[in-house]
């Protein structure tokens, strides 16, 4: 039985050994001079004004959770689209029943002020 994981094990290992080899070959080839200007943080072409770990407004994850619901929400249209014929009423009231559930959320975060810049 362990001799049908043979061809496995044997392309993990080449796998590791020929990723190990283009790394070590960067190391061993490749230029190494650092200075003073390469070692320092870029940051948009000026000096870092700020801490790194300053704290962000709540709104940036809300835009962001927004982004990914209305992104999967398209990831779902796009296969529900192409098989509407097949699925027929069962599959389009499924779907305004998911898309009215997605604008109330969205209705939601508006009246919130979620979407509100100042």
């Given at each position: 039985m362990l001799e049908n994981y043979l061809p496995v094990l044997i392309f993990l290992i080449v796998g590791g050994v020929v990723g190990a080899m283009m790394i070590m070959t960067g190391f061993v080839l490749g230029p190494s001079k650092?200075?003073?200007e390469k070692n320092?943080?870029?940051e948009c072409g000026f000096e870092a004004f700020?801490?790194?770990r300053m704290k962000f407004d709540v709104r940036y994850y809300l835009v962001a959770i927004?982004?990914?619901?209305?992104?999967?929400?398209?990831?779902f249209?796009?296969?529900?689209?192409i098989v509407l014929d097949k699925i027929g009423y069962?599959?389009?009231?499924?779907m305004i029943i998911f898309l009215s559930i997605l604008v109330v959320g969205f209705?939601?975060?508006w009246k919130k002020g979620?979407?509100?810049w100042e």
């Open positions: 650092p200075d003073s320092s943080p870029y700020e801490d790194s927004l982004f990914i619901l209305f992104d999967l929400e398209i990831a249209m796009f296969p529900w689209a069962f599959g389009l009231w499924s209705i939601y975060e979620a979407l509100e």
